[in-house]
């Protein structure tokens, strides 16, 4: 059974920078796809960023430029740092583990972590 776990929320004032770190628990992370969600109360949940199992990345235009995705093979992690946050990131999170066929599909999920952009 795969278990996806995230960590790294928290608060942050407009501006600043947040970085979730997310640990898979399989052997077969590497042939994994990895991406970051994220919902907001009373809004869609968005997939924000994206990276295959090669390393290629995809980003939300919302975050695109602000946030980077980025994966440890060797340590089953993968992360997201954002940058310049704003309140309009505030979000649960939810790190998910999936595989790319016409478009990225998640499988995986984790329990989500808070992450609040305010003064």
């Known amino acids: 059974q795969v278990q996806v776990v995230e960590s790294g929320g928290g608060l942050v004032q407009p501006g600043g920078s947040l970085r979730l770190s997310c640990v898979v628990s399989t052997s077969i992370f590497s042939s994994l796809a990895m991406g970051w969600y994220r919902q907001a109360p009373g809004k869609q949940r968005e997939l924000v960023a994206t990276i295959t199992r090669g390393g290629g990345t995809d980003y939300a235009d919302s975050v695109k430029g602000r946030f980077t995705i980025s994966r440890d093979n060797a340590k089953n992690l993968v992360y997201l740092q954002m940058n310049s946050l704003k309140p309009e990131d505030t979000a649960v999170y939810y790190c998910?583990?999936?595989?790319?066929?016409?478009?990225?599909?998640?499988?995986?999920w984790g329990q989500g972590t808070q992450v609040t952009v305010s003064s």
């Open positions: 998910t583990a999936g595989y790319y066929r016409s478009s990225y599909e998640s499988i995986y």
